[in-house]
T-cell receptor, first 113, second 110 residues
Framework: EAAVTQSPRSKVAVTGGKVTLSCHQT?????MYWYRQDTGHGLRLIHY???????EKGDIPDGYKASRPSQENFSLILELASLSQTAVYFC????????????FGAGTRLSVL | SQWGEENLQALSIQEGEDVTMNCSYK?????VHWYRQDSGRGPALIIL?????REKRSGRLRATLDTSSQSSSLSITAAQCEDTAVYFC??????????FGTGTTVSVSP
């Protein structure tokens, strides 16, 4: 049973449109993360959260917002989607931050046209 | 960037061969993670080595860590077709989140 579930699994969006990616975890973990994967860049941290109703910027936050309404749910929001945001997005959770093991969802493939 | 030398991008081997991939890092860390990503899935931890360990084994996997050179390696012994995947190393940066390398694609053919 998947403990980190992402939806949708894939999405096609238009440039300038709003996109919301959702993540739900049943691990009872405090920390949740959004990473972006591009060929040749590995995984890069966009936003993370360690408590409900609070989010923190990662390494590449520009153009993205995050929302953590509850311990279980963490969303990534692209207010004005751009071509450069075409990528695969992964949500992950961990019991604590720093060097703790991450548990990933299956990813969302986003294509912005 | 957390990383110095990039991971080797791709390795192609045949079943039964051994394979080793390396990564180096710039910032002090107390632990190096190695994750495996199968096609269409998210990464999953396969082995973790701490700074007080020079070597760690798990089945056919062997990880090493050299804190003096700030480098780590992952070896797979007698690779099998099901070992085909992308392998990432990752380190922490003091209370925030793991930083991932660019990954090594390993392709194992029969």
């Amino acid at each position: 049973e998947a403990a980190v579930t992402q939806s949708p699994r894939s999405k096609v969006a238009v440039t300038g449109g709003k996109v919301t990616l959702s993540c739900h975890q049943t691990n009872n973990h405090d920390y949740m993360y959004w990473y972006r994967q591009d060929t040749g860049h590995g995984l890069r941290l966009i936003h993370y959260s360690y408590v409900a109703d609070s989010t923190e910027k990662g390494d590449i936050p520009d153009g993205y917002k995050a929302s953590r309404p509850s311990q279980e749910n963490f969303s990534l929001i692209l207010e004005l989607a751009s071509l450069s945001q075409t990528a695969v997005y992964f949500c992950a959770s961990s019991p604590t931050g720093g060097e703790n093991t991450l548990y990933f969802g299956a990813g969302t493939r986003l294509s912005v046209l | 960037s957390q990383w110095g030398e990039e991971n080797l991008q791709a390795l192609s081997i045949q079943e039964g061969e051994d394979v080793t991939m390396n990564c180096s890092y710039k910032t002090y860390t107390t632990v190096v993670h190695w994750y495996r990503q199968d096609s269409g899935r998210g990464p999953a931890l396969i082995i973790l080595i701490r700074s007080n360990e020079r070597e760690k084994r798990s089945g056919r996997l062997r990880a090493t860590l050299d804190t003096s050179s700030q480098s780590s390696s992952l070896s797979i012994t007698a690779a099998q077709c099901e070992d085909t995947a992308v392998y990432f190393c990752a380190t922490g940066q003091g209370g925030r989140a793991l930083i991932f390398g660019t990954g090594t694609t390993v392709s194992v053919s029969p």
